[in-house]
């Protein structure tokens, strides 16, 4: 399994934006496709953003199309989550996952590396 740290969330108001990062390390980053997940107080984990392994294709949930970019730099082993016009209800706590099995998915169980996840809170 290759080892996921995420860095950039924070707090920042309505309209706001923040740069998410995912740091890899322990596997051939480049053979491994990324998602995005976040999960909200009481609520589930829920599917945010996914890019496969060259960054050719990509994938977003309906509730973040348009607003957010996820993209990666193979070279620095490294995925980004990219998020502008940020709302209250994108309050969360972000993790980064990796799977070197699926080639672009939005489900959970295709990923066996997790990061320990970030803090993304908007205020209104």
């Known amino acids: 399994q290759v080892q996921l740290v995420e860095s950039g969330g924070g707090l920042v108001q309505a309209g706001g934006s923040l740069r998410l990062s995912c740091a890899a390390s322990?596997?051939?980053?480049?053979?491994?496709?990324m998602d995005w997940f976040r999960q909200a107080p009481g609520k589930d984990r829920e599917f945010v953003a996914a890019?496969?392994?060259?960054?050719?294709?990509?994938f977003y949930a309906a509730s973040v199309k348009g607003r957010f970019t996820i993209s990666r730099d193979n070279a620095k082993n490294t995925a980004y989550l990219q998020m502008n016009s940020l709302k209250p209800e994108d309050t969360a706590v972000y993790y980064c996952?990796?799977?070197?099995?699926?080639?672009?998915?939005?489900?959970?169980?295709?990923?066996?590396?997790w990061g320990q996840g970030t803090q993304v809170t908007i205020s209104s």
């Open positions: 996952a990796a799977s070197g099995s699926a080639w672009l998915s939005s489900r959970q169980s295709d990923f066996d590396s």
């Open positions: 322990g596997g051939t980053f480049s053979k491994l496709a």
């Open positions: 890019i496969n392994w060259s960054g050719s294709n990509t």
